[in-house]
Each structure stands twice: as C-alpha cells, then as structure tokens.
C-alpha cells in the first residue's frame, strides 16, 4: 500500500523541433578527402554567428559588442530527387551542433596521413514551434 501523488501534468508550451543527422564518409582518393574536408568546414562555419564589432583604438580587429544571426537551413527529405511527403516537412532551421570523429572504426591512415573513415554528426533546431494548424494543413 502506499498513498497516491495525485500528480497531474499542465500543459506549458511548445518544444522546438529538433532534427539530427549522421553521415559517414568514406574516401577513397585525395580529392575526395578534400571534399569531405571542405563539407565539415562548411558546417562548422555555418554554426557559428558573425561578430557585430566597433572599432575602439588599439584592438586590431574591433571590439565585438553582439551576434549576427546566423545563416537558416532549408531541410527537404529526398528520395529519387523528390520530397518524400512521408515524412514531417521541416521549418527553416539554425545549426546546433556539429560532431566529428576521425577513424571511428579502425585507427589505419591512407599512406599519405589522410583519415581513411570520417563519421559527421548534424543538429539541426527550427526557428519556431508549430501549432496544430500547421501539422493538419502544412504536413510539418
């Protein structure tokens, strides 16, 4: 026997939707590693905001005083180069997170040092919350 809590839940608010998404890259020639490289780099520079700076004397590069935004990315789920309306759409999104792990199955190197396997993880979190409206009318 033991007392009820009588524990009742009170609706707050709307969750932001997250997404995430892994992908494993493989390459097997110089250019490709390059081009994964170049991929990663693009992301990690499109997590981070822009610095708003002013100029104050004896700093090189300004004095940063805020964020610009950064840049929202449009999702579509694909398949045979058509949007899958299986799946939820997604709103404009920021990047939240990116991960990276070099070698995550084996520690062997291409001759010249390159990582023979690269695994990138990606977070993803709309802009806004949806309302009902928006799953019964839009498909989000």
Do not use: W
């Not at 010249?112 to 802009?127: A, C, K, P």
């Amino acid at each position: 026997v033991t007392t009820n809590p009588n524990t009742r839940s009170l609706f707050k608010s709307v969750a932001l939707r997250e997404f995430a998404f892994q992908f494993k890259f493989i390459p097997i020639s110089e250019q490709e590693h390059d081009h994964v490289i170049k991929i990663i780099n693009f992301f990690r520079t499109e997590l981070y905001p822009e610095d708003i700076t002013v100029d104050v004397g004896g700093v090189e590069d300004g004095a940063s005083v805020g964020y610009r935004f950064p840049n929202r990315f449009a999702i579509r789920i694909l398949y045979d180069e058509k949007e899958n309306f299986n799946t939820p759409r997604i709103l404009p999104c920021y990047l939240r997170d990116v991960t990276t792990t070099y070698n995550p199955s084996n520690q062997a190197m291409h001759a010249d040092g390159r990582f023979s396997e690269i695994d990138m993880s990606l977070s993803f979190t709309e802009t806004r919350t949806l309302s009902k409206k928006d799953v019964i009318e839009k498909g989000h």
